[in-house]
């Protein structure tokens, strides 16, 4: 196929028309490659791409660069993710060379949680850069073969870029410019926070429709499947830019003893079913973080397997 | 303003443990605008050393002064007839004063009673919140008068990150998040579309980040 | 001399209020402690830290401050912001290892002369239970005495 801007199987995948499916991989506290080699075998075959999670909630693990070459040599497509918490943009650029030199094809430009919120709070804040001047930065690199500051790459990077959304985060009228403006910035793709008010996406995403921005770039909507009434409390209270609806709660709550997990799955999947025909959305990004073992149930359950393979 | 807080008794205590005769320098400055290191703070903290010390039984004579300023060669002069008098000269200046002093008086010892924290303004009595973190390179003027390298946990200039709660930043609740503030101010506007503008990413080689700065002015400078 | 320790107390009351309490109360032939030492002040919002430790720093063993009731300071809000003062004196005498009660806010209207007279028989009272202000041991001063 020609005039691919990475290769990548998620990039082949949409541009082919088909509804891709992500996943979500947290790399381990540590060097525990083989329990990472573990998570990575339930989601083989699975999913068109899996994101690495770089030092999510500010709490330190293995790198996501590192885990992302460890999923190529196990034979997946990992979504590198960089945070602009911890890195200047020396280190930005050099690390997105050498991911590309290991076989990273699509990489995730975020902010990054305060480090305040994390394991490590007295570290020095870097924030150089922020995740609007990254993609732009990747995309400079990409398709000008240069870096920031003008000088020419040799050999660069080819990757799929994409960009985080969260349509439910305040202050609610910018969400649709923001991602926007990421899309004007060179993201390629969006995968958005899990979703669970499912009228509010949907008058996001008629916005989005109405902007054009599902033309120019392919929208991946997020889901997390909620395993008991205590998360969807918790991410109810104390997540920001997260809703859960009260209807819910009260559906998990009514749920069978021990079946609330089963509820929340058969949520996930009206979620997928609706997302498959709702204008303007590409694909899922599935967060089972943790539950990785169950992924493989959820994806042939919402009839997405087997997963396209593409030359 | 410089703003700063005070360090904890403990803390001050443990830098003068060794001394019998200190001098307590206040700054008419920044510090007293913000009341942690005037005159007034300075008889207070000296009442509270003097009665440390009387409790332990401990002789310690604390005596209190206060300079113009302390970032000025011309008014840490007036010190010199009495700076040797002491074992040790306490300055509740902000971080700039005790280097100063230090400098001037090689062989006495300072130590700073205050911790510098940030640049900013009172916004009630009582409570004083940063507004600048000193980048070198102002452009609050394209986000209408608010700066969000220093007000943004992240600085991030094409902000929010989504992570607001209610307006307030998601590290803390004392803090607004100023991007909101930005947003629903060019919503007033009716100029959201500005905010559809990528800003580039910044030089700081103007800031801290380029090393320590100097600010000369030619036209002032007197040579020989 | 006496084996009963006699506590010195400042009382810096307000002129408005609890200084005509006072004054109420001498009329009315009330007794109170000799203890109490009145310092007037205008108003209790002029009595500062300085002026609380300065007392505490001097051995004095209690020290409290009397003010209109809240909401009817003469100067509208002084006996607020001497409220604030004497809690950060609290404070500071708690990091100092000094017992946080020998000050002491209190409020009162002109016409309380009984309530004047009992705070001073309270304070005198709560002072002698906590004993003398250990500032006081000056062994010099002590040797004077002797």
């Known amino acids: 196929m020609d005039d691919l801007k990475s290769g990548s199987n998620l990039e082949k995948v949409l541009k082919a028309g088909h509804f891709a499916l992500t996943g979500e991989c947290?790399?381990?506290?540590?060097?525990?490659?083989?329990?990472?080699?573990?998570?990575?075998?339930?989601?083989k075959g699975m999913v068109d791409a899996v994101n690495l999670t770089d030092n999510q909630t500010a709490v330190v693990r293995l790198s996501s660069w590192a885990a992302s070459a460890v999923m190529v040599q196990e034979g997946l497509e990992p979504n590198f993710q960089?945070?602009?918490?911890?890195?200047?943009?020396?280190?930005?650029?050099?690390d997105i060379l050498g991911v590309y030199a290991l076989g990273v094809r699509n990489m995730l430009c975020l902010s990054g949680d305060h480090q305040k919120f994390g394991n490590h709070p007295a570290a020095k804040n870097v924030y150089d850069i922020d995740s609007m001047q990254l993609i732009s930065l990747v995309k400079k690199m990409r398709d000008e073969g240069k870096f920031m500051n003008d000088d020419a790459i040799d050999v660069p990077?080819?990757?799929?870029?994409?960009?985080?959304?969260?349509?439910?985060?305040?202050?609610?009228?910018?969400?649709?410019?923001?991602?926007?403006?990421?899309?004007?910035?060179?993201?390629?793709?969006?995968?958005?926070?899990?979703?669970?008010?499912?009228?509010?996406?949907?008058?996001?995403?008629?916005?989005?429709?109405?902007?054009?921005?599902?033309?120019?770039?392919?929208?991946?909507?997020?889901?997390?499947p909620m395993k008991t009434v205590g998360m969807a409390n918790y991410m109810s209270k104390s997540v920001p830019g997260m809703e859960v609806p009260e209807s819910l709660i009260k559906r998990l709550k009514g749920a069978e003893k021990g079946k609330v997990a089963e509820e929340g799955i058969?949520?996930?999947?009206?979620?997928?079913?609706?997302?498959?025909?709702?204008?303007?959305?590409?694909?899922?990004?599935?967060?089972?973080?943790?539950?990785?073992?169950?992924?493989?149930?959820?994806?042939e359950r919402a009839g997405l397997l087997p997963r396209p393979v593409i030359a | 303003m410089i703003v700063a807080d005070r360090k904890s008794l403990s803390e001050i205590q443990d830098m003068v443990k060794n001394c019998r005769k200190i001098l307590l320098v206040g700054c008419k400055g920044c510090v007293t605008v913000c009341n942690v290191g005037g005159l007034k703070e300075v008889q207070i903290l000296a009442a509270t050393l003097r009665i440390a010390a009387k409790m332990a039984?401990?002789?310690?004579?604390?005596?209190?002064?206060?300079?113009?300023?302390q970032c000025d060669p011309e008014y840490v002069a007036i010190l010199k007839p009495v700076v040797d008098n002491y074992d040790a000269v306490v300055s509740m200046a902000c971080g700039v004063g005790p280097q100063f002093l230090a400098e001037a008086y090689p062989s006495q010892r300072f130590f700073p009673a205050v911790n510098t924290t940030f640049f900013g303004g009172a916004v009630a009595h009582g409570i004083w919140e940063e507004r600048c973190a000193g980048c070198g390179t102002c452009v609050i003027h394209h986000f209408d008068g608010m700066c969000p390298?220093?007000?943004?946990?992240?600085?991030?200039?094409?902000?929010?990150?989504?992570?607001?709660?209610?307006?307030?930043?998601?590290?803390?609740?004392?803090?607004?998040?100023?991007?909101?503030?930005?947003?629903?101010?060019?919503?007033?506007?009716?100029?959201?579309?500005?905010?559809?503008?990528?800003?580039?990413?910044?030089?700081?080689?103007?800031?801290?980040?380029?090393?320590?700065?100097?600010?000369?002015?030619?036209?002032?400078?007197?040579?020989? | 001399m006496s084996d009963v320790f006699e506590p010195t107390i400042i009382a810096f009351c307000c002129k408005y209020c609890a200084y005509a309490a006072a004054d109420l109360a001498g009329s009315m032939r009330l007794s109170y402690p000799p203890n109490i030492k009145i310092s007037q002040v205008p108003c209790t919002g002029r009595v500062d830290i300085v002026h609380l430790l300065k007392a505490i720093e001097d051995g004095t063993d209690g020290v409290y401050v009397a003010g209109c009731m809240e909401g009817d300071c003469h100067f509208v809000s002084g006996n607020l912001k001497a409220r604030k003062r004497v809690e950060y004196v609290k404070k500071t005498l708690t990091e100092l290892g000094i017992e946080p009660e020998r000050v002491e806010m209190f409020n009162l209207s002109s016409a309380m002369g009984p309530r004047f007279a009992e705070i001073a028989i309270d304070m005198t009272d709560r002072i002698r239970k906590l004993g003398p202000s250990p500032v006081r041991r000056q062994p010099a001063a002590e040797a004077a005495t002797e």
């Open chain 1, 26 to 43: 947290g790399p381990p506290k540590g060097a525990n490659i083989a329990h990472l080699k573990e998570k990575f075998a339930h989601l």
């Open chain 1, 82 to 94: 960089m945070v602009c918490r911890d890195r200047n943009r020396l280190a930005i650029q050099s």
């Open chain 1, 157 to 224: 990077p080819r990757l799929f870029v994409g960009a985080a959304a969260n349509p439910f985060a305040e202050p609610f009228d910018f969400r649709v410019y923001r991602m926007a403006k990421k899309i004007a910035a060179g993201a390629d793709f969006i995968q958005t926070q899990c979703i669970y008010n499912m009228d509010r996406f949907r008058t996001f995403m008629k916005q989005a429709v109405d902007m054009g921005l599902t033309e120019k770039c392919h929208i991946l909507a997020g889901v997390t």
């Open chain 1, 266 to 299: 058969k949520f996930c999947l009206e979620q997928i079913e609706e997302f498959k025909t709702m204008k303007g959305i590409a694909g899922v990004h599935l967060m089972a973080i943790e539950w990785e073992h169950r992924v493989p149930e959820i994806a």
């Open chain 2, 57 to 69: 039984d401990r002789p310690l004579i604390v005596e209190e002064t206060v300079l113009e300023r």
């Open chain 2, 149 to 224: 390298v220093a007000r943004c946990s992240k600085s991030l200039l094409n902000g929010p990150c989504g992570g607001s709660d209610h307006g307030k930043c998601e590290i803390s609740k004392n803090i607004n998040c100023i991007w909101d503030m930005i947003v629903r101010k060019k919503v007033e506007l009716g100029r959201l579309d500005d905010l559809l503008n990528i800003i580039p990413a910044k030089n700081w080689q103007t800031a801290r980040d380029g090393g320590p700065r100097q600010s000369r002015r030619e036209e002032l400078i007197q040579n020989g």
